[in-house]
């Protein structure tokens, strides 16, 4: 573990206050969900939680099966990481950080469609957006909130209607996996 320096005190409903620095360093918004764990040696650990997460092997395969069929560069990311990328471009944004402007498209909780290449959308931090020439950004919506986002690349060519309704229908499909 990484020391910090920072000292909390608990208050009398047990609550502890993380710092404003930690938290945007680790990009942890209100309302997010923390994972709490113990280790051996008495230490409590915070981790952020993500529903997406734990369908991580599911993603890596649904993924695949979208860039195979729509011959596409297919994400699949919770608001942090990029947790699945399948087709040509998959290198440049496995396990990446998603980019803010990824952040802000999930936040509209709409299907976002761009075929103009001034208006791409960097999926992943330090993109370099010239090469994409079409993308469609699907959040992925729980409980009124966005929990992630289904996004389609294209370098070289125009993504197509059939490839917004993949990506509406796969974003719908891995809600309702992680509400059984």
Known sequence: MKATGIVRRIDELGRIVIPKEIRRTLRIREGDPLEIYTDREGGIILKKYSPIGELAAFARDFAEALSATLGVTAIICDRDTVLAASGDNK??????????????????????????????????????????????????????????????????????????????????????????
Do not use: C, H, W
């Not at 402007?101 to 330090?126: F, Q």
């Not at 986002?149 to 996996?177: C, D, H, P, W, Y």
């Open 91 to 180: 290198r440049d944004y496995a396990e990446r950080p998603v980019s803010g402007s990824l952040e802000d498209a999930m936040n509209t909780r709409k299907v976002i469609k761009n075929n103009d290449a001034d208006s791409m959308i960097p999926l992943v931090s330090g993109e370099n957006q010239a090469l994409t020439t079409s993308q469609i950004v699907a959040p992925i919506i729980m409980d009124g909130q966005p929990i992630g986002a289904i996004a389609l690349a294209v370098r070289g060519g125009m993504i197509n209607e059939s490839a917004q309704k993949a990506a509406e229908t796969a974003s719908a499909f891995l809600r309702r996996q992680m509400t059984q």
